[in-house]
Each structure stands twice: as C-alpha cells, then as structure tokens.
C-alpha cells in the first residue's frame, strides 16, 4: 500500500517536472519570437534612401525574417565573408565606370569607328565587368573597395564565365540591383547564385 502511495506520488511529480520543462519551452519560444520580431522592426527601420524595394531573402520566411543579412546563406554578419553594403557596391560601380569612360574617351580619340564617348564606354565597361568577375571574382572597382562576387550556391567554386555574363548584362538595366531582398542581394545575383561579400 505504501509503494503504491510512493509510486503514485513519484508519477505525479514527474508529470509536473514534464509540465514545467514544457512550460519553460514555451516560454522561451515565446521570447525568441519577439527577440526577432524587434530585430526585424530595426531593420526596417535602417533602411536608407539609396535602397531600392526589398523582398524575402531567397530561403527567407517573409513573416520571420533571419536577424541579418545572410545567414541563411551560411554567411558570417560581420568581416570577410559577409554581405557587402549597398554603398561600397554603388562606389565600385562608379569607379569601374572613371576607369572604363577613361578608356573610352582615350579610344575615341584615336577613331570613332564605335561611336561616341558614351557608347564605347559601356561598351568598355560591359567587357570590363564580364573579364574581372570571370577571372578574379572581382573588378578593380571592387578590389578597391573591398569586395567581391562569390558563389552561394557552391562556395568552393569560382563565379564562371556564364554567370558573370547574366550578371553584367542585368545590372546594365539597373532595375535588378537596384531591386534588393532581405539578404542584400539583387535579381541578378538570385538569378546567378551569386552575392557580392566584403574580402577584408
């Protein structure tokens, strides 16, 4: 009679112990949820005029977004290897193009078979682009500001001749970089498979 007592009474404060650790579970879901729910209210509220649209990160849930920018791309948050920001990209682009309108207006100088300053710029810069991405994973615009185009589909591999040909031919409309997900990445690099990181 008095082991069953004791038997009934070691079921009863098991049955609460698994109650408690349920509740503690809960608990501490509860606050996760809100501890991203404030990550994802200061983000939106850090956004700045030269950001473009921004949609769901590639393996992002649009209603709980991950607490940075490429997480879920395996990508550290902070130094080599993390997301680049919009900035330092906008000022490899524009360093890319001196470079390639020097070019150009050196070129034309010589013959106007190509046409004018303009034209032959980009034309410069489209090749500029497609050749340094391909082979060094970076312009010369990027290198200066420290970044570059990396794989995120297979790290291990270089960006390729074919990606950094889709991606060069997409910024050229602008609407594709200018357009950002959550994760920082433009339409061009969601359709390539490709980010732009920070190498230093």
Known sequence: ????????????????????????????????????????????????????????GQFEDPHDLSPYPGKLLGLPQTGEGSIASLLPRMLALFIDWLFCWGIAALLVS???????????????????RIITVWL???????????????????????????????????TVFLFPPIIQDTDGRGMHDRATGTAVIRTR
Do not use: C, Y
């Open 1 to 56: 009679m008095a082991k069953r007592q004791n038997n009934r009474a070691g079921d009863g404060s098991a049955k609460k112990n698994g109650t408690g650790k349920a509740s503690a579970q809960d608990k501490q879901q509860q606050l996760q949820r809100e501890q991203r729910r404030r990550q994802r209210q200061e983000r939106s509220s850090q956004t700045v005029w030269l950001e473009g649209p921004q949609v769901p």
């Open 110 to 128: 010589q013959t106007d078979v190509l046409g004018g300053v303009s034209t032959v710029t980009m034309m410069v810069w489209i090749l500029w």
């Open 136 to 170: 060094f994973a970076q312009s010369p615009g990027h290198a200066i500001m420290g970044i570059g185009v990396a794989r995120v589909d297979d790290p291990s591999k270089r960006v390729g001749l074919i990606r950094s040909v889709v991606r060069t031919l997409l």
